[in-house]
């Protein structure tokens, strides 16, 4: 009874182990190789010491891999969550001081200019299909920079502003219901990441040479809440107690014929 306890306890070290490391290190080990390599390694010990059940530690071991996996990941969304929620939390950027700087933070807070002029509508459709302008889009891409936009006299946005080479530019994708007020700042929470320059050279306009541009995309729609986060964590603890349970199982002695 003892080993068969100790097996289903084991089982949830790669998980805990998950769990603290993320909070220590945030973002260093959520996409990490060795999370599922744990859990694996776990049920390979015990496979090689019972040398019975294959079927069920393997199983097992699977089921405690995913489940630390599951487990870095909702950590890593609960801080997120409550970074975003609580001001000054998250890295802030004034795009009227400067861009993001290399390395980019998974997630940041930016300030600047929305050119709502320039938008590109993104649409769900499979890979090689071509879009359905006359359905709904299921976001806009944006971009955000640090100076205004200039106005015309009638209040109607010109046709041109191009941007100075140099000045730092964020895209921002939101949903397609947001709105922004052009002639003030605006902030965004998002998840960041390098933008493909084809984008960046459709929605913007340089003055000189467009190569000197060079722009971060924000996802507003990419940061989790705290429901996702508790969601994920119970689909792991989900994993974790099944896992348990076939270790269990599977060490249990074996009946004599």
Not at 5 to 19: G, N, R
Not at 40 to 48: G, P
Not at 140 to 146: A, E, Q, Y
Not at 169 to 174: G, I, K, Q
């Amino acid at each position: 009874m003892r080993m068969r306890v100790a097996l289903a306890l084991s089982l949830a070290l790669p998980a805990l182990i998950a769990w603290v490391a993320v909070g220590v290190d945030p973002g260093s080990v959520v996409d990490a190789w060795w999370l599922p390599a744990a859990g694996a390694v776990v049920a390979l010990i015990w496979l090689l010491a019972l040398r019975r059940s294959v079927v069920l530690l393997v199983v097992a071991g699977g089921l405690a891999a995913l489940s630390a996996q599951t487990s870095a990941n909702a950590r890593a969304m609960m801080d997120v969550a409550s970074d975003a929620a609580a001001a000054g939390a998250l890295p802030f950027y004034d795009l009227r001081s400067g861009g993001i700087p290399e390395p980019i933070p998974p997630y940041a807070r930016v300030s600047g200019f929305v050119r709502s002029g320039w938008t590109l509508d993104e649409y769900a459709v499979e890979r090689g299909e071509l879009p359905d302008q006359s359905a709904a889009p299921i976001a806009v891409l944006v971009p955000v920079v640090g100076t205004p936009a200039v106005v015309a006299e009638d209040d109607a946005p010109s046709g041109g502003n191009p941007i100075e080479p140099g000045v730092a530019v964020v895209v921002a994708r939101v949903a397609p219901s947001a709105t922004f007020v052009r002639t003030q700042p605006t902030s965004l929470n998002g998840k960041t990441e390098p933008l493909d320059p084809d984008i960046l050279a459709t929605l913007v306009q340089v003055q000189g040479d467009p190569a000197q541009l060079h722009g971060v995309l924000l996802d507003t729609l990419a940061v989790p809440s705290r429901q996702d986060a508790w969601l994920e964590l119970g689909l792991g603890l989900i994993a974790l107690v099944v896992a348990m349970i076939c270790g269990f199982v599977a060490a249990a002695p074996r009946s004599e014929a």
